[in-house]
């Protein structure tokens, strides 16, 4: 099995597609989504509600253009799938902070 592993890693098409941008494009693209799912821990009063509308339109596009593309590029896909679940879970975390949730007034000391 390691041969035969070893062999596929090691011909030319492999070799051209790991030195691609078609690959390097994606597995850098991976840090906003990556970003996106850890902010989900922090307070939401640091969420920017334009920037997680522009970063949704982003993948949205580009995940149109990773499927039209010739050939396809699915790991572009799957990272702007993801970045597209995480900007609306953070969107929607954004909308309940500053619209839903009641604020309660500020007490003066």
Not at 14 to 25: C, P, Q, V
Not at 41 to 64: D, E, N, Q, V
Not at 65 to 75: D, H, Q, S, T, Y
Not at 78 to 90: D, E, F, S, W
Request: hydrophobic share 40%; glycine share 4%; proline share 5%.
């Amino acid at each position: 099995m390691f041969n035969r592993i070893s062999k596929s890693l090691l011909t030319k098409e492999t070799r051209d597609y790991l030195l691609s941008t078609h690959f390097w494009g994606p597995v850098f693209n991976w840090s906003i989504p990556i970003a996106t799912i850890s902010d989900t821990r922090k307070h939401p009063k640091i969420i920017s509600g334009k920037m997680t509308l522009a970063l949704t339109l982003y993948s949205l596009a580009f995940m149109r253009f990773a499927w039209k593309v010739k050939p396809r590029n699915l790991l572009l896909f799957a990272c702007h799938i993801v970045n597209v679940g995480a900007q609306l879970t953070q969107g929607c975390r954004f909308l309940d902070y500053h619209y839903v949730q009641q604020k309660e007034p500020d007490q003066e000391k």
